[in-house]
């Protein structure tokens, strides 16, 4: 099994950009999609961005994900950032078997 | 629009076997892999296992040993059964449909606290 390595905490400034890394111990970034949810406290984790770089509707498009086979690493990037973005990011994807989580992020807008 | 809804007890004793079902609406179970996710206090996302429409299933390596899931179609419901827990087991279970195999939950349930202590 390969793990999915996250910053513990990012923190930022609102009106500014954050971006979140998320890195592949063994196999390729790119052999398996890369999705990413946003949990708030007390609820579900919500789905922002699936398949590599690919937004669902209603979710805003501050929000922005990208792969890196140099550093076999996918990023999420949020723009314009709101206080209402102060959240828990993980990052997930697979290896044909099994699902995988990232340890997940802290985002701080402050 | 499609809802999940996880149930169970609360309350497990150690060594005791932990046993929750996810009851669907708004859709079938036709086509779609449904699993199981925890979150212990405090701590990241872990993936548990699926069970395919067919029947199928997959778990976490790590948890293979202790996890059985079910399904019963008639009901639009699946089920989980983890045995031998412990306080380590001790998290907020989910249930989560995806689509196709590796890719996005797009439907979570409101998550279950289970507490595993004697």
């Known amino acids: 099994n390969f793990m999915l390595t996250q910053p513990h905490s990012v923190s930022e400034s609102p009106g500014k950009t954050a971006t979140i890394s998320c890195t592949r111990s063994?196999?390729?970034?790119?052999?398996?999609?890369v999705q990413w949810y946003q949990q708030r406290p007390g609820s579900s984790p919500r789905v922002m961005i699936y398949e590599d770089d690919q937004r669902p509707s209603g979710v805003p498009d501050r929000f922005s994900g990208s792969i890196d086979s140099s550093s076999n690493s996918a990023s999420l990037s949020i723009s314009g950032l709101k206080t209402e973005d102060e959240a828990d990011y993980y990052c997930?994807?697979?290896?044909?078997?099994?699902?995988?989580f990232g340890g997940g992020t802290r985002l701080t807008v402050l | 629009q499609v809802q999940l809804q996880e149930s169970g007890p609360g309350l497990v004793k150690p060594s005791e076997t932990l046993s929750l079902t996810c009851t669907v609406s708004?859709?079938?179970?036709?086509?779609?892999?449904w699993n199981w996710i925890r979150q212990p206090p405090g701590k990241g996302l872990e993936w548990i296992g699926y069970?395919?429409?067919?029947?199928?299933?997959n778990y976490n390596p790590s948890l293979k040993s202790r996890v059985t899931m079910s399904l019963d179609t008639s009901k639009n419901q699946f089920s989980l059964r983890l045995s031998s827990v412990t306080a380590a087991d001790t998290a907020v279970y989910y249930c989560?449909?995806?689509?196709?195999?590796?890719?996005?939950?797009?439907?979570w349930g409101q998550g279950t606290l289970v507490t595993v202590s004697s």
């Open positions: 063994s196999g390729s970034i790119a052999s398996n999609y």
């Open positions: 708004g859709d079938s179970f036709s086509s779609y892999y």
């Open positions: 997930q994807s697979s290896d044909g078997s099994n699902w995988v």
């Open positions: 989560a449909r995806a689509a196709y195999f590796g890719e996005l939950f797009d439907y």
């Open positions: 069970i395919y429409h067919s029947g199928s299933t």
